[in-house]
């Protein structure tokens, strides 16, 4: 395996669950999925009984199967202005699977977890090239306790090695960056997990500032759940005025569903409600479609908005941050519209 960054073509992602061989894929540098035989989970910090758990082990703990969005923290980071550092993500560094494992609070039981924990420390077997900060990073306990699995399954198969084998961390409803991949190690502490992916990457600011001007450190705080979002997929670049025509995509939120989607013609001075598509799970994306049927010919710019089930709802811009993170401004697409008069 090599150092990878892909993201999936937008008119891929149409499905409920994604296909596993296009799902995007991210990791800091290259890596090697370790093998099974010399693997083992191991389940340490503030527990009475430390756990040493093979796959085998593991496997054979009750096991659910969540259906959920993961989408790297930096996905849209090209559309920000002025243009951020970092790798320049289109929209398609998303997708949603179904991911099959032992829910951190049933290993966490198993190991007699203590009352001080906070927040759970998790790394994984992947080593930095010399002198680089090893990925670590911790997510709340509340959080894990309440959502997070250790996932060995991707979509009903066992998990790729791109995709972290033998086991990962799932964390539905938060950014790519705490589903750690090739996962060796699950620490509760008092504490989060302190390191350069915890203290200067992968932070947001605290309250949003003005485009392209610098932001304190001190006013910035690490990235945890997704912020509410719809991208269109799939959309004809062509159409005539009083001829519907099919425009559709999805909506997810680091909130448990999504409420409604919304499309406006006029930039956002009125809005109509797209359909959603029944199948639905806390923290997996809602696929929506709209007929839209333009009303006036020239290049129209057609514009989606969701809202989730906190009532958040995905805004105009997104909050400049240098590092780009969590882009969910309003999407949009242009379609040249002709007049229907026209022979
Ligand atoms: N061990 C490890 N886990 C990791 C990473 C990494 O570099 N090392 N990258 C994270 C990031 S930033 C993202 S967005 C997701 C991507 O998961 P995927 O490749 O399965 O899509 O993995 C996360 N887990
Ligand atoms: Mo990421």
Redo the contacts with the bound molecule.
């Keep these: 395996m090599t150092d ?1 960054s892909a993201e999936t073509p937008l008119d891929r992602l149409t499905s409920y669950g994604r296909p596993t061989d296009d ?7 290259p ?1 090697e999925a370790p093998a099974v035989a010399d693997w083992a989970l191991v389940l340490d910090g503030e527990v009475t009984r430390p756990l040493r758990l093979s796959l085998e082990e593991l496997q054979r703990l009750p096991a659910i199967t969540v259906t959920g969005v ?6 849209g980071r090209s559309l920000y202005q002025p243009s951020v550092q970092g790798l320049s993500w289109g929209k398609g ?1 998303v ?1 949603n699977a179904r991911w099959t494992g032992v829910r951190v609070s049933d290993l966490l039981e198993r190991a007699g977890l203590k009352a001080g924990a906070r927040h759970l420390h998790a ?4 080593e930095p090239p010399a002198g680089e900060s090893p ?1 670590y ?1 911790s997510v709340e306990l509340e959080k894990a306790l309440a959502d997070a699995i250790v996932a060995w399954e ?1 979509n009903g198969e066992p998990l790729p090695p ?3 084998a033998p086991a ?2 799932v964390v539905p409803g938060w ?9 060796a190690r699950l620490s509760p502490q008092a504490e989060e997990r302190e390191g350069y992916f915890m203290d200067q990457e ?1 932070r947001y600011p605290v309250r949003p500032g003005p485009p392209g001007v610098e932001i304190d450190p001190a006013e910035m705080r690490p990235i945890t759940d997704l912020l509410v979002k719809s991208i269109i997929a799939t959309s004809p670049s062509a159409a005539r005025v009083g001829v519907p025509i099919p425009i559709s995509g999805f909506a997810f939120s680091g909130a448990p569903d999504i409420s409604k989607v919304e499309i406006s013609d006029d930039d956002g001075s009125t809005w109509t409600a797209a359909d959603l598509d029944p199948r639905r799970d806390p923290f997996a994306w809602r696929l929506w479609s709209f007929l839209w049927t333009p009303r006036r010919p020239g290049p129209i710019r057609v514009t989606a908005r969701a809202t989730d089930s906190r009532g958040s709802v995905q805004p105009r811009e997104a909050v400049w941050n240098p590092g780009g993170f969590l882009h969910n401004g309003w999407d949009s697409i242009e379609v040249v519209v002709a007049d229907s008069a026209v022979r």
């Design positions: 990878v799902f995007f894929v991210r990791h800091h540098w890596a993961l989408e790297c923290a930096g996905n560094a997708g790394a994984g077997t992947d990925f990073r991707m791109l995709h972290g990962r961390l950014a790519g960056e705490h589903w750690m991949k090739w996962l992968y």
